[in-house]
């Protein structure tokens, strides 16, 4: 009887442990040459590192950024059009099938990022073209309810071609879920605004201090956490600069700022996105423009700051989002004009990536989520 026991143990653990190395990989796309139908399923598995394809919905246009709820349930795209508007999709996690459930006006143009709260009650939305941010109540069923607030943003800065006008590019939920933090290009500034969940009216209000300021010309973009949510790691897509900060309670203070780009590089920088290891020793980010790269930076724990410890070739053109897995061991970079997701395997102990030679052929792949994340 003992015997019985012990093996049917053994076998759910070996089930439990199959499942949580199979994750859903989520591909957005754009869809405007023809290249792409949509948003794309695969299956990836994080002890060989392939992917398998599974599923794809199709009809919606241009779905270029991507958010999975906290249950898995449902996913939520940025429509990147000159009239923007977020989707929303029932998913079943087994089939990778995406059902569309409704979609709402951005009040805006070309919405560029998305989030969702781990409480799944609210979605937020950035309007690159038009500069301003869109908060979405989300009813039960998954859908979401017309926009509650519409938050303009406004200014300028040095660059007379690129920042005329403000761009917000990212809206980023802090871990504890109690603040918003808005990348703004066209400003070079990181606005901050606190969360209330409850408060379904009016979720966000501007925190105090309301933004943090990157140097002119700059152009924040994207920005992560530390797992230990002391510090900020924000990347400025102009000047191909990360800037790390303190963070506490929504504030930012600027700690460093270091170049990604290397010593004799001299091409065009066109800065992309950034993310932290899972164990937190670790930053990463790539670079478009002539670079197509990702460039790997080690982490001081006792202060945060950064030093260089390795590039890699994206081996394709213009990495946009990428993605690390739970585990760490792999990181998956989309190479949207080579149409291609390339997996690295990631040394752990030194952050330096190695070409497995697994490939995802897709057409101008954007973003990469991972169920889970």
């Given amino acids: 009887m003992k015997r019985n026991i012990f093996i049917l143990l053994m076998a759910s653990l070996t089930i439990g442990n199959t499942y949580a190395q199979k994750r859903n990989l989520v591909i957005g ?59 929303a999709f029932s ?27 781990n409480s799944r009650k609210f979605v937020f939305s950035a309007n690159y073209g038009s500069g301003n941010l869109v908060v979405y109540p989300v009813q039960k069923d998954g859908s979401l309810a017309p926009a509650a607030q ?16 403000s761009h917000v590019h990212s809206t980023i939920l802090s871990p504890d879920q109690k603040f918003l933090l808005v990348s703004d290009l066209g400003t070079d500034k ?3 605004y606190a969360f209330d969940n ?14 943090a300021t990157a140097a002119p010309g700059s152009g ?23 800037i790390v ?49 990702i460039v790997i930076f080690s982490i001081d724990q006792s202060t945060g700051k950064l030093t260089v410890a390795g590039r890699q070739s994206t081996l394709g053109k213009t990495p946009r989002n990428f993605v690390i897995d739970q585990a760490g061991d792999y990181l998956l970079a989309a190479n949207q004009d080579s149409d291609q997701v390339v997996i690295f395997k990631r040394d752990q ?8 030679g697994e490939r995802i052929d897709v057409g101008m792949p954007v973003c990469l989520k991972l169920s889970g994340k």
Wanted: net charge negative; with cysteine.
């Fill in 190 to 192: 990181i606005s901050s």
């Fill in 91 to 117: 998913f079943d996690p087994v089939t990778g099938a995406l059902q569309l459930l409704n979609s709402q006006p951005t009040h805006g143009s070309s919405a560029c990022y998305i989030d969702i709260d």
């Fill in 150 to 165: 519409v938050i303009q943003h406004t200014g300028s800065s040095a660059d007379p071609n690129r920042q005329k006008s």
């Fill in 220 to 242: 924040p973009r994207h920005l992560d956490f530390h797992p230990n949510s002391r510090y900020v790691y924000a990347l400025m897509e102009m000047t191909g600069d990360v």
């Fill in 349 to 356: 102990q030194s952050g330096q990536l190695t070409d497995t």
């Fill in 198 to 211: 409850k408060n379904i009216k009016e979720p966000l209000r501007p925190a105090d201090p309301p933004f």
């Fill in 29 to 87: 796309t754009y869809t405007k040459n023809g290249k792409s139908e949509g948003i794309y399923v695969y299956e990836f598995d994080s002890q060989t590192g392939k992917a398998t394809y599974k599923n794809k919905a199709t009809g919606v246009a241009n779905p270029s950024y991507l958010d999975i709820s906290k249950d898995g349930k449902f996913v939520y795209a940025a429509n990147e059009n000159k009239e923007g508007g977020v989707s």
């Fill in 245 to 293: 900060y303190s963070y506490k309670n929504g504030s930012l203070n600027a700690v460093q700022t270091i170049s990604m780009l290397a010593p004799d590089f001299r091409g065009k920088t066109g800065a992309a996105d950034i993310h932290v290891s899972p164990d937190g020793k670790f930053v990463y980010a790539s670079n478009r423009g002539d670079a197509n790269e």
